[in-house]
C-alpha cells in the first residue's frame, strides 16, 4: 500500500494564528478560556484541553470576571466585546484577517443602509459575528429557495461567509440578477479556501482510495469532502483514526490523506501511521497534491 498526505491540506493561517497564540499562553500560564471551540476538530480541541484550554458557551462568558478569554479565528459580534468590557475581561483576539476585512465591510454597508444577504450557515460562529454588524437585520441563508423574492428590495448587496463554495456564490448571484435583482457583488470567499477545490480534484485523481479528515462540525470539511467525492467516488470520511475500516482497502493501492483547514496535521499523521499497519509496509511519503 501506498500512502500519501497531501501538502495542501491542514490548518489555514487563521487557524494557526489562533492555535499558536492559544498554546503561547497556556505554555506561560497553564490555563486559558476560549468561546467556543477553538477550530471545528474535536480532536484537536481535546489536545488543547489536555494543556489546560477550557471551551466556555457565551452563557458562560456573561458570568466570568476579570479572566482572558481567547476569541477564535471566526470572529465575534459586537455584543461579545461589550460583554468583555462591562465584565473586565481580557481578551485575546485571534480573529482571522480575513473575516475582520469581511466584518468591516458589511458594517459599513450597514450604515449606508444597503440590503444586505449573507450566504452561510445561519448558525455556525462566522455567520453569527457576521449578522451581528447589522444588529441582526442582514439576511442569512444557504440557498436561493430559502429566500422570500417577493419581499427583498430591489437592490442588494450580496456577501459570503469565507468558507463558503465560490461556484455557488456566484451562481446565486446570476440568479438573482435573472430575477429582476440589482446585485452589488462582494466576493468575500477566501482564496486559500476556494482555491483547494481544484487542488484537491487533482490529488482526489491520483489515488485509489481517498481518506478524508475533517470534524464532524466543519463546514469547510463537509464542502472538500463533497469535492474529493464527486471526483473520486472511493471517498471516506472519518473524524479520527479509530474511524477507518480495513475493509475499505486492499493491498497494492494507492490511498491518499487530505483534510479541512480545520484538520491538524498530526491527525493526518496519525492516520498514515494506522494505514501502514494493514499490510505492513511504510511506502509513501509526504507529496504535494500538485
Known amino acids: 500500500m501506498q500512502v500519501t ?11 494557526v ?13 497553564g490555563q486559558l478560556y476560549c468561546l467556543g ?15 489546560g484550554l477550557q471551551i466556555i458557551s457565551l452563557a458562560e462568558l456573561r458570568q466570568l470576571r476579570r479572566a482572558k478569554v481567547l476569541i477564535r479565528a471566526h470572529g465575534e459580534p459586537p455584543e461579545t466585546y461589550r460583554i468583555a468590557m462591562e465584565n473586565e475581561l481580557v481578551l485575546i483576539d485571534a480573529s482571522c484577517p480575513v473575516v475582520l476585512k469581511l466584518q468591516n465591510r458589511i458594517r459599513n454597508s450597514y450604515s449606508q443602509q444597503e440590503a444586505i444577504l449573507i450566504y452561510g450557515k445561519q448558525d455556525h460562529a462566522e455567520v453569527i459575528a457576521l449578522k451581528g454588524q447589522t444588529a441582526g437585520e442582514a439576511i442569512v441563508f444557504q440557498d436561493i429557495e430559502e429566500l422570500d423574492l417577493q419581499a427583498l428590495p430591489p437592490i442588494l448587496t450580496l456577501y459570503s461567509q469565507t468558507t463558503k463554495s465560490k461556484h455557488n456564490f ?5 440568479s438573482l440578477r435573472e430575477a429582476g435583482f440589482e446585485v452589488k457583488l462582494n466576493d ?12 484537491l480534484r487533482n490529488f482526489a485523481r491520483q489515488h485509489d482510495k481517498i481518506v478524508f479528515v475533517a470534524g464532524k462540525k466543519s463546514s469547510n470539511g463537509k464542502m472538500l469532502y463533497q469535492v474529493c467525492k464527486a471526483t473520486n467516488p472511493n471517498s471516506y470520511f472519518i473524524s479520527d ?16 490523506i487530505c483534510g479541512a483547514t480545520s484538520t491538524p496535521q498530526w491527525l493526518m499523521e496519525a492516520v498514515k501511521k ?3 499497519t494493514y499490510w505492513g ?7 504535494s497534491a500538485r
Open 37 to 51: 471551540d477553538i477550530v471545528h476538530n474535536d480532536m484537536e480541541v481535546k489536545r488543547l484541553e489536555a494543556k
Open 5 to 15: 498526505i497531501d501538502s495542501a491540506s491542514g490548518f489555514c493561517f487563521g487557524v
Open 188 to 199: 468575500t470567499i477566501c482564496r486559500q479556501v476556494s482555491n483547494r477545490d481544484e487542488e
Open 281 to 287: 509496509r511504510q511506502v509513501g511519503d509526504l507529496a
Open 170 to 174: 456566484y451562481a446565486i448571484a446570476r
Open 274 to 276: 494506522q494505514l501502514l
Open 17 to 29: 494564528y489562533a492555535i499558536e497564540m492559544a498554546e503561547e499562553i497556556l505554555d506561560r500560564e
Open 241 to 256: 483514526v479509530s474511524e477507518l475500516e480495513m475493509e475499505w482497502f486492499e493491498e497494492n493501492e494507492s490511498v491518499g
